[in-house]
């Protein structure tokens, strides 16, 4: 597609539940990223693929956290059991094989709310 | 590891002001430098970016220098407008063992008024 899409744009859960969000990186890019946006910080990296190696999980901040990729294109972030400190914008972006030497292209973003 | 020092905020500024974002950055090797900017309700944009040392990096009158020797890459403006006001972010590329992972700064609120 012509930019980074994310769905859904907003999201508000209860405490305990599941959610999955959902990213579609531009064609062509082999290089996907997550990073979380707390209200007043600044980006916290959580998973990066890249083509066909194995996903980059450094960043995700407990097990509840789970990310897959299909077929090198969309990409979902799961995360169970949520807790109120899981609110936050959820950012995906992309860029080309050389990762993020030349930026990244972001998408606009999943604001999630866990109440 | 890699860190990111961007000037606190908030900032405000009247139209037409000169603008100057300070950015320092922590890094074992040469990454790239970015400033990415997040107007209000969307998602961060790519503004500027410079790959080496002593390279400029500009857009839509923004400008920053790559400075080796001082670890800065500062952002600037001379003149600003009231569609300028968003969060500005400084971030480097990840290199080595964080190839791939960029750092970024927290962010510095920018308000312009008429």
């Known amino acids: 597609g012509a930019g980074v899409s994310q769905s859904p744009s907003n999201k508000v859960t209860e405490k305990g539940k599941d959610v999955e969000l959902r990213c579609d990186p531009i064609?062509?890019?082999?290089?996907l990223y997550w990073y979380r946006q707390s209200l007043g910080q600044g980006l916290e990296f959580l998973i990066y693929?890249?083509?066909?190696?194995?996903?980059?999980k450094s960043g995700l901040p407990s097990d509840r956290f789970s990310a897959e990729r299909t077929g090198g294109s969309v990409s979902t972030l799961t995360i169970q059991r949520t807790q109120q400190e899981d609110s936050a914008v959820y950012l995906c972006?992309?860029?080309?094989?050389?990762?993020?030497?030349?930026?990244?292209?972001f998408g606009s973003g999943t604001r999630l709310t866990v109440v | 590891g890699d860190s990111v020092t961007q000037m606190e905020g908030p900032v405000t500024l009247s139209e037409e002001a000169f603008l100057t974002i300070n950015c320092t950055y922590t890094?074992?090797?040469?990454?790239?430098l970015f400033w990415y900017v997040q107007y209000p309700g969307e998602g961060l944009q790519l503004l500027l970016k410079?790959?080496?040392?002593?390279d400029k990096g500009s857009n839509k009158g923004f400008e920053a220098t790559y400075r080796k020797e001082t670890t800065s890459f500062h952002l600037e403006k001379g003149s600003v407008q009231v569609s300028d006001s968003a969060v500005y972010f400084c971030?480097?590329?990840?290199?080595?063992?964080?190839?791939?992972?960029?750092?970024f700064g927290d962010g510095t609120t920018l308000t312009v008024k008429p």
């Open positions: 972006a992309s860029s080309l094989a050389t990762g993020d030497y030349y930026g990244y292209t």
């Open positions: 064609s062509g890019h082999t290089a």
């Open positions: 693929f890249q083509g066909n190696s194995a996903p980059d």
């Open positions: 890094a074992t090797g040469y990454p790239s």
């Open positions: 410079a790959t080496k040392a002593d």
């Open positions: 971030a480097l590329s990840g290199l080595g063992a964080n190839a791939g992972k960029s750092t």
